[in-house]
C-alpha cells in the first residue's frame, strides 16, 4: 500500500482532503509511518484557519490539559511534578556509531532509533493525535524554515498556534520543495491531573541525519515544543552547514537619538536578564529566544524564529516589568503553566503582591508549608513557572521587523555572562573575533544563585548554547568566525554582566542600569561617542554614563560607582583565560585563531 493509500484508508474523508491538498510524497511516508506506529484513535490536521486552530483550544479544555481561569483567554496547564523542566540526561543526540561530540549527550543512531521506536509503538492508543503545520522565521523569506509536528498533546500543539507562525499553506506552496524538520512527539500515559505518567519512559531524542525529533512521556515545553528548542538543534546544524548562524539571541530594538532604530541581539543563560533586557518598557522587541542571522548583501540581518514568548513568570511584579505585567493582566490569549491558581486567578513567586494560602498548583491541591516526598515545601508556583503568549500582546512590540521578509539589520550582538567578580558591567570587543573569541566562547554564568559573599559556581557555556548544541564546538566557532568574512558592514559585539558584586556580597548595580548599558551601546554602534580602550576592549567614559543614566533613569551617578563597576580586574581576567583555555585544549580541534585571540589578550593584561 502507498503512504498516500494507507492515509485514505486511515483518515476521515475531511481530514484526508487536508492532506490531499499538500503536494509532498515524503510528508505522506512520514505521516504514514508514524500514525501507523502511534495508533491513536483519530487523527486531526490542523489548516491555517481559525476554525481548526480553535478546534485545538477547545481539545486542550475538553482533554482536561488546560482549564479556563478568570480571564478571558487565559487558562493553567500544569505539568507534573517531576516534568517541569529540561531533561538534560534523558535528552539525547542520535550519531553514527563511534561518533562522539563534546559536551552533548549522545547516543549510537541505530540504537536510539530502535529504542524510542518501542517506547512509542501504540503509544497514543485511544488519544487524538494533531498534525499542524508551522514555519521557522517569517513566512516566503529566505528564513522560512517549515516544520510538521505530530503530537497527543492539544497543549502543546496550543502552545505552538501561540509561539509559531502557521505553516500549512506554506507547505501547499512549497509543495515537494519543502525541505521541512520533523517533531513526533506523545505525552504518553497521563495520570487522572492530565500530566505524563511514565516518567521513566521520558525521552527526547534528536536525529540529526532525519531531521526528525522524538519526544515521548514528557509535556514540558521545553522538551516538547517541537519548534522551539528541539528544532533549535536540527537548525544548529543546518546553519553551520550552510554558513549562517542560529542562535540563541534575543532580538531587540534600541531606541536612538532622533528615532534612529538600532537593532540588537543578545546571548544569555537561562536567568541572566535575557527576557527581561528583551522587554525594557521603552524600547521595543521583536523576539526573546531565538534568532537566525544571514548575510544578505554584505548585511548581517536577523530575524526572530518565533513570534511568541515562552517566558519565566517568577519575578514578574508590576514596578521592574511593567509590560509583561500588563500583558498578562489582559484578557490576550495565554496559558499559565505550573503556577498557583486560586478562585480562577493566576499567583506566581515574587510577584510583590501577597500570595493566597491554598489553591491548586504544580503539585496539585497546595497549601503554605505543604512539603514534598524529599521533604522540601514546595512553593507557590514551581521556579521554572511560565507563561504562552503571542508578541502581538506586548504594546512594544516592534511588528514590522517581527514580520518582515528581510530581517533587520543587526547593529549590535550582545553576550550576557553572570560573574560576581570578573566582567564589568559593558564593554565593547576590538572586532569580531575578539568578541566571538573572548566574549561568546567564553561565556560563563554561575549556576546557584550565590548567597550573600559566598561565589557562586561558574559554569561553561559558550553562546549561551552549551545545552542545545548538536555539532563539534570546533566547527560551530569556525564557521561564527568564518562569518565576519560575508559581511562588509559588521555588527559590533559587546558583553554584559549584571551581576557583579561588592567584596562583601551586595550587587554593584541595580536591576535596570542595564537599560543605561543599552543605549551606550547604541551610541557605540553609530560612533556617537568615544570609549576606553582597556586591555579587554573598549569601556563608557564615565562623563557619557553620567549623562545617560539621567537621560534614562532620571538618576546620578557617581564616579565612586563608576570606578567600582568599571575597574579591570586584572588577575580575575587572566584567571578566566586560563580556565577558558584549558576547556579548549581538553576539547581538541578548535580553530587555532581561538588561542591566538586568548593569547594577545592575556599578553595585553600581563603589560598593563
Ligand atoms: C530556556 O531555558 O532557555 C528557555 C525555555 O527558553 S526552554 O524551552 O525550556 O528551553
Ligand atoms: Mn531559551
Not at 533587520?408 to 560573574?419: K, Y
Request: proline share 4%; with cysteine.
Amino acid at each position: 500500500m502507498t503512504p498516500e493509500d494507507y492515509l485514505k484508508k486511515r483518515l476521515d474523508p475531511e481530514q484526508f482532503e487536508k492532506i490531499k491538498g499538500i503536494d509532498n510524497p515524503e510528508l505522506n511516508e512520514f505521516l504514514a509511518k508514524y500514525i501507523e506506529l502511534l495508533n491513536p484513535a483519530r487523527v486531526f490536521i490542523c489548516t491555517d484557519s481559525k476554525e481548526d486552530e480553535n478546534y485545538i483550544r477547545r481539545r486542550a479544555i475538553e482533554y482536561g490539559e488546560e482549564k479556563s481561569l478568570a480571564m478571558e483567554g487565559h487558562t493553567i496547564h500544569y505539568d507534573g511534578y517531576y516534568d517541569q523542566a529540561r531533561d538534560k540526561a534523558r535528552t539525547k543526540i542520535l550519531v553514527p556509531k563511534g561518533v562522539e561530540i563534546p559536551f552533548i549527550n549522545t547516543m549510537d543512531r541505530e540504537k536510539g532509533l530502535k529504542e524510542i521506536h518501542e517506547i512509542m509503538k501504540d503509544i497514543a492508543k485511544g488519544k487524538e493525535l494533531f498534525v499542524c503545520f508551522f514555519v521557522l522565521g517569517p513566512k516566503n523569506s529566505v528564513f522560512t524554515i517549515p516544520a510538521v509536528q505530530l503530537t497527543d498533546s492539544a497543549y502543546v500543539a496550543h502552545s505552538e498556534f501561540i509561539l509559531y507562525r502557521k505553516g500549512y499553506e506554506e507547505f501547499k506552496r512549497l509543495g515537494r520543495e519543502a525541505k521541512f524538520l520533523k517533531f513526533v512527539h506523545s505525552a504518553g500515559e497521563l495520570d487522572e491531573r492530565k500530566t505524563s505518567k511514565n516518567i521513566d519512559k521520558r525521552r527526547v531524542y534528536i536525529d540529526l541525519e532525519g531531521e526528525t525529533v522524538y519526544s515521548a512521556n514528557t509535556q514540558y515545553g521545553g522538551n516538547t515544543i517541537g519548534l522551539k528548542k528541539l528544532a533549535f538543534r536540527l537548525t544548529i546544524k543546518r546553519a553551520v552547514e550552510e554558513g549562517w548562524l542560529s542562535e540563541h539571541m534575543f532580538l531587540m530594538r534600541i531606541n536612538g537619538p532622533n528615532g534612529r532604530k538600532t537593532y540588537f541581539t543578545g546571548a544569555y543563560p537561562s536567568m541572566c536578564g535575557k527576557t527581561s533586557t528583551a522587554m525594557i518598557s521603552w524600547e521595543n522587541i521583536v523576539g526573546d529566544d531565538l534568532t537566525f542571522i544571514v548575510d544578505m548583501k554584505g548585511e548581517a540581518r536577523g530575524a526572530n524564529v518565533e513570534k511568541g514568548v515562552f517566558g519565566i513568570i517568577q519575578g514578574v511584579n508590576q514596578e521592574d516589568d511593567p509590560i509583561i505585567w500588563e500583558v498578562l493582566h489582559s484578557p490576550n490569549e495565554i496559558i499559565f503553566s505550573n503556577v498557583l491558581v486560586k478562585d480562577g486567578k493566576p499567583y506566581w513567586n515574587e510577584m510583590g503582591i501577597p500570595i493566597p494560602d491554598e489553591g491548586e498548583n504544580h503539585s496539585g491541591k497546595w497549601w503554605r508549608g505543604k512539603k514534598d516526598s524529599e521533604g522540601n515545601e514546595i512553593s507557590p508556583s514551581h521556579k521554572n513557572a511560565r507563561f504562552t503568549v503571542s508578541l502581538d500582546a506586548f504594546p512594544n512590540t516592534d511588528l514590522e521587523a517581527l514580520e518582515t521578509p528581510c530581517g533587520v539589520r543587526v547593529g549590535g550582538m550582545i553576550f550576557g555572562g553572570r560573574d560576581a567578580d570578573t566582567w564589568p558591567p559593558v564593554r565593547e570587543a576590538f572586532d569580531w573575533a575578539h568578541g566571538v573569541i573572548t566574549m561568546g566562547a567564553a561565556l560563563e554564568s554561575e549556576t546557584t544563585a550565590a548567597t550573600l559573599g559566598k561565589e557562586g559556581v561558574r559554569a561553561f557555556n559558550p553562546m549561551a548554547i552549551l545545552d542545545f548544541l548538536s555539532v563539534h564546538i570546533g566547527k560551530y566557532l569556525k564557521n561564527y568566525l568564518e562569518f565576519e568574512k560575508k559581511l562588509r558592514i559588521k555588527p559590533k559585539i559587546f558583553a554584559v554582566n549584571y551581576f557583579l558584586r561588592e567584596k562583601d556580597g551586595k550587587w554593584l548595580n541595580h536591576k535596570l542600569d542595564k537599560s543605561v548599558w543599552l543605549k551606550w551601546m547604541e551610541l557605540r554602534v553609530h560612533g556617537d561617542v568615544d570609549a576606553i580602550k582597556t586591555p579587554v576592549g573598549y569601556i563608557p567614559k564615565y562623563e557619557d554614563l553620567k549623562r545617560l543614566f539621567k537621560e534614562v533613569l532620571n538618576k546620578d551617578y557617581s564616579r565612586e560607582d563608576y570606578e567600582k563597576q568599571f575597574v579591570i580586574r586584572v588577575p580575575e581576567f587572566l584567571a578566566k583565560i586560563e580556565r577558558i583555555e584549558k576547556i579548549y585544549r581538553d576539547v581538541g580541534n578548535i580553530p587555532e585563531e581561538l588561542f591566538k585571540v586568548l593569547e594577545e589578550e592575556r599578553h595585553r593584561l600581563i603589560e598593563a
